[in-house]
């Protein structure tokens, strides 16, 4: 059995994921506003460094996996709190558990992204460069231009800058190269209190427009499954990957986008990345040697 920490763990998906973990015997460490173990809260970088510092300490340093489940849809007029918690409370509560990930020597990460990545058009790629740079006001005043129609940009870019740190550091030395495996679940439409909030603020018509070609709406149930899959050993080989759990929307709306063949201007930036891969596994080779050596010393 393991230790895992779940962010967002008090209600709807978090909380299914923690029950879900739970029921197989796993020790849970849960972080939210109220209800949770570790009552934090992650707007803020205080709440922030204080959730990382107390999950590590009830985890005694050792982390067999995070699930970071925490976040806020696209709410008028709460820009700022929406990057915080869904960028910063992601990204800097994994950094900060990283080493005590590492000390379980194969443990796995999930990140909560999002289907809006993909399905909202016209995400400002500034407010998403501006979010990886850390640069929280530039983020702001990118979507900030949208007026009273920023929200969902907000939240896509946040979602869309999250699982795109995700990717990258899943495959970093730091990270793989440490037995960490992170991936990224990005649902759809499920029935959760977040949902119902958007749909009392007179967005059921968008909600209900949403094509999902199975039909209805997913469960946070359904989402607790999929995570205990992504932290099982049945997922030691997945890495990086981004896993959509919305009933077919993505699909149903980019259909031929994905996968793609890489054409001829992407040639040249495979046989640097291969070469860059090369040079690392040499790097990697040498340093574990010189490790050998020391301790036969």
């Keep these: ?12 998906m978090g909380r299914a994921s923690a029950e ?13 506003l109220r209800d949770v ?10 709440g922030r460094a204080a959730a990382a510092t107390e999950v590590l300490e009830r985890a005694g340093g050792r982390l067999d996996g995070a699930v970071c489940a925490a976040g806020l849809g696209g709410i008028p007029g709460r820009d700022r709190l929406v990057q915080q918690v869904n960028f910063f409370g992601v990204v800097e509560l994994l950094e900060a558990w990283r080493p005590a990930l590492a000390a379980a020597g194969n443990s796995k990460v999930v990140v909560f992204g999002s289907n809006s990545v993909t399905l909202t058009p016209m995400v400002p790629e500034r407010a998403v460069r501006a979010l990886l740079d850390r640069d929280a006001d530039r983020a702001l005043r990118v979507v900030g231009r949208f007026g009273k129609r920023s929200a969902p940009f907000a939240y896509a870019s946040s979602k869309l800058a999250v699982t795109r740190w995700a990717r990258h550091a899943a495959i970093s030395p730091e990270w793989a190269g440490a037995g960490i495996r992170v991936n990224v679940l990005a649902p759809g439409i499920i029935a959760t209190p977040l949902l119902e ?14 094509p999902v070609p199975i039909g209805g709406r997913g469960r946070p149930a359904d989402v607790g499954e999929w995570v205990a899959f992504m932290l099982s050993p049945a997922a030691d ?6 896993i959509f759990l919305d009933g077919g929307s993505d699909a149903y709306f980019r259909t031929d986008d994905w996968p793609v063949s890489t054409g001829p201007a992407g040639v040249l930036r495979y046989m640097r990345r291969a070469k860059a891969w090369r040079a690392r596994r040499v ?5 574990r040697n010189r490790a050998r050596e020391d301790l036969a010393q």
């Design 37 to 46: 173990e570790v009552v934090a809260d992650l707007s803020t970088p205080t």
């Design 20 to 32: 879900r973990l739970r029921r197989d015997g796993h020790t849970v460490v849960g972080v939210d």
């Design 237 to 242: 080989f997945l890495c990086g990957s981004v």
């Design 1 to 12: 059995m393991g230790t895992y920490a779940v962010t967002g763990a008090a209600s709807g």
């Design 283 to 287: 790097a990697g080779e040498a340093a």
């Design 197 to 210: 909030e958007q749909i009392a603020r007179g967005e059921k018509e968008a909600v209900e427009g949403l």
